[in-house]
């Protein structure tokens, strides 16, 4: 329960501008896709699903390729350290914007990253629990000022923490920022997150991924 996702996109330019457009699921681009982004072990498809679900289970991926844009949605890749993404990943589209958003209310764990052109930008890990910024690579988005500032705080936080904010605050922030995926209000750039088609793989249970 509580607030999960892992969602990585894969556009043509600013992700937000392609979740923006109309958006025409292209089922053949997308098993190709899917091969890509789950090599090595054997995949079923199952019936499909939508961008409704932001942390399927470990088995689950759910995918769409949208012509200028393709959604990967899957616990199955969230990283600690975003900068450390497979290759086969990070090379899986010819697109030049690569974003990924990561949360989990129960470690209070939150990790977003952007690269261009297959070179990281800017990648962030932090969890509350563990008491630590695991990465904190490139220059800060406009949306983290006032967190790292401390504007972002409360009266409950000790000054000595590493982290002067709540994971769970700048998850939120940076899936509306860098997705314009709002999960309180259940809203991707003016769509309902159900309104937007995913095919469904499943992975072979047997194959060994991280999970929480």
Request: hydrophobic share 40%; charged share 25%; proline share 8%.
């Amino acid at each position: 329960m509580g607030i999960k996702a892992s969602i990585l996109i894969y556009s043509d330019g600013c992700p937000r501008e392609r979740l923006a457009e109309p958006l025409q699921l292209d089922r053949d681009a997308t098993i190709a896709f899917a091969q890509r982004v789950i090599p090595g072990t054997p995949v079923q498809q199952a019936a499909d699903t939508t961008f409704d679900n932001p942390f399927p289970d470990p088995s689950d991926f759910h995918i769409g390729w949208f012509g200028r844009l393709a959604i990967v949605v899957a616990s199955a890749i969230a990283e600690d350290c975003p900068s450390q993404i497979a290759p086969y990943l990070l090379n899986a589209s010819e697109f030049d914007t690569l974003t990924y958003v990561g949360t989990h209310s129960i470690p209070e764990w939150c990790a977003y990253a952007r690269w261009f052109r297959g070179k990281i930008v800017r990648s962030v890990s932090l969890s509350s629990e563990r008491g630590e910024v695991a990465e904190n690579i490139g220059e800060q988005f406009e949306f983290e000022r006032p967190f790292w500032s401390g504007e972002r705080g409360s009266e409950w936080d000790d000054p000595s923490d590493p982290i002067p904010f709540c994971p769970m605050d700048i998850a939120e922030a940076a899936l509306e920022s860098l997705l314009g995926y709002s999960l309180e209000a259940q809203e991707v750039m003016g769509k309902r997150p159900e309104d937007i088609p995913l095919m469904h793989f499943v992975r072979a249970r047997n194959f060994a991924a991280p999970g929480w």
